[in-house]
């Protein structure tokens, strides 16, 4: 079974920074993208940053650019996300999300998310 712990999630206020971190863990081969997504108030679901395993391939939403950064340690299966310069709009619940290869089917990955982490930003 595949578990992700998310970790980081706070209340700062406006300007300041978060780091957020999510441990993979489980009976997993490899694991290829890992991102993060976050569900902030009368908003659906949004993608907030991806990062690719090897090829060092990154993508940003828009409204994170230049704030935001992603990285990754394949070695402890963690993905972290660096918040600066937060907003009050970058409330909400952040979810990461890892693309595994499992040993019953190491050709298909397979898409597992966290319980997600509060950030709360006040201005």
């Known amino acids: 079974q595949v578990q992700l712990v998310e970790s980081g999630g706070g209340l700062v206020q406006a300007g300041g920074s978060l780091r957020l971190s999510c441990v993979v863990s489980g009976n997993i081969i490899s694991i290829d993208a890992m991102g993060w997504y976050r569900q902030t108030p009368g908003k659906e679901r949004e993608l907030v940053a991806t990062s690719g395993r090897s090829d060092g391939t990154t993508n940003y939403a828009d409204f994170v650019k230049g704030r935001f950064t992603i990285s990754r340690d394949n070695a402890k299966n963690t993905v972290y996300l660096q918040m600066n310069s937060l907003k009050p709009e970058d409330t909400g619940v952040y979810f990461c999300?890892?693309?595994?290869?499992?040993?019953?089917?190491?050709?298909?990955?397979?898409?597992?998310w966290g319980q997600g982490t509060q950030v709360t930003v006040s201005s």
């Open positions: 999300y890892a693309n595994v290869r499992r040993p019953s089917n190491i050709f298909q990955a397979y898409s597992s």
